[in-house]
């Protein structure tokens, strides 16, 4: 998916909510165990339920790699089903990966080209750490985009992301500055802590066009209006992330249901912030 | 497997040599593609062939990821291979994780947890970008150990490992100086690459204990005699990787032969340089 095509999904949905699907075995409803794939038919019934409200899909490799083969089969399917609403919404392999250029070429292959591994996301997460030839494998693919990891939602973001340099640089501003030079608009976006609000002012004087991916609104706190009033842009500019608040609005029977209210009422607030900022 | 049983392994076969399988499909020779899975074929070989010179493998994930279900498939069998020879090595998974805790703590077990995703690797490689909550769930397992990058072998390197702060640190070094305060020297190795020889020097007088594993050897271009100069200690704290170098010695009939001469001979090497500094 380009980045007109995505503009338009979201201006259509009125809505730049993504659903991450962090889909916990030992999380999700007792009753889903008697299927033969629990997590499939999870993410089946949160697609289908949240899908009006919602332009992006993010499934968490790692809640699918701790299950071994049988979570990878869990992830095959989900992402053969929501390849049937390809027009529909926008995926995301968040996978965090990144190694030496001939690697990341592999790495790139497992998530990009479904002939080679079975999956064709429009996107990836990647960590910076090992710099551009880490990188740049996934932007030699076309229509698909690399989300790179810039200030992260977690404690350990102060580790070493807000570290200044002798050029009164932080790190995450660096990596903004240098990754530029790599992709663009088009085939990059970054990843903006919903936690870390306040700096999303400065980051986007640093990148005024890109659009972030902003996980931690929900259970880790995050604001909505927040992350809208320092990091909307003229095209929005935004994906925000909600994982666990829609995932588990309810354990019982009713999940989907509540899932569905939870994202719509998301999405009724994602609608007027945008109304707001004149793009709808 | 602890620190006490990887130094053993490594005095009793006198090397510090890991093979990395990084077992490109379309790398291996032309005759093993009749086998339903070439790779474990392949693999199985190489094993067979270096295991008297070589104390740990290093299965790369981006080669079997990128194969998608037959690839994890071919990993899940090498992994099973390797443990029938569960005391003669050391496995590390070169994966280059890291995520927020509770996600870290999905990909620990994907990999460390047998019973939960089938893998019973002792190491993983860590990506740091994200802090010590994203690397302290790995260690939350007993005899496994986290694998940290630190300054890695690729020219990306100096992209931002290198850049200097504000109290005079550069990134490498301050992700040693903190990562320190989450682990020790029996649950934590570092990455550092071998075309960074000189740098060795500087990175002992901060981690004089931790072992390091170094990549870059061989088709990288690094000096194993360099690396043992500027690295080794008491107990050797060196795994020197060699991939490319091993695994496509040959690309005919006579590959895993010519994969234990090369194997063999960078052990002798090795056997002599641990000889010169008195731990043999």
Redesign the interface.
Known sequence: MDRNQLISLIKGKKSFLCVGL?S?LSKIPQHLLHYSDPVFEFNRSIIDATLPFTVAYKP?L??Y?????A???SL?KTMDYLGTFKDECFTIA?A?????????T??A??FF?KA????DFDAVTV?????????SPFLAFENKWVIL?AL??????????T????EGLK?FA??LK?SQEWGNSGNMMYVVGATRATMLAEIRQMVPDHFLLVPGVGAQGGSLAEVATYGMTKDCGLLVNASRSILFASGAGDFAEKAALEAGSMQKEMEQLMAEKGIL
Chains 1, 2 share one sequence.
Do not use: C, H
């Not at 965090?96 to 990341?104: F, L, M, V």
């Open positions: 962090d916990d968490n790692a809640f790699e701790s299950r071994g083969a979570g990878m089969l095959q968040d965090k990966r990144g190694d030496i250029g001939n690697t990341s592999q790495y292959r497992a080209d080679s591994s079975g999956y960590a910076p750490y090992m710099g551009e030839d880490s990188v990891l992260t939602s977690n404690k350990g973001a102060f580790d070493f992301q570290t200044e340099d002798t790190l660096r990596v240098t």
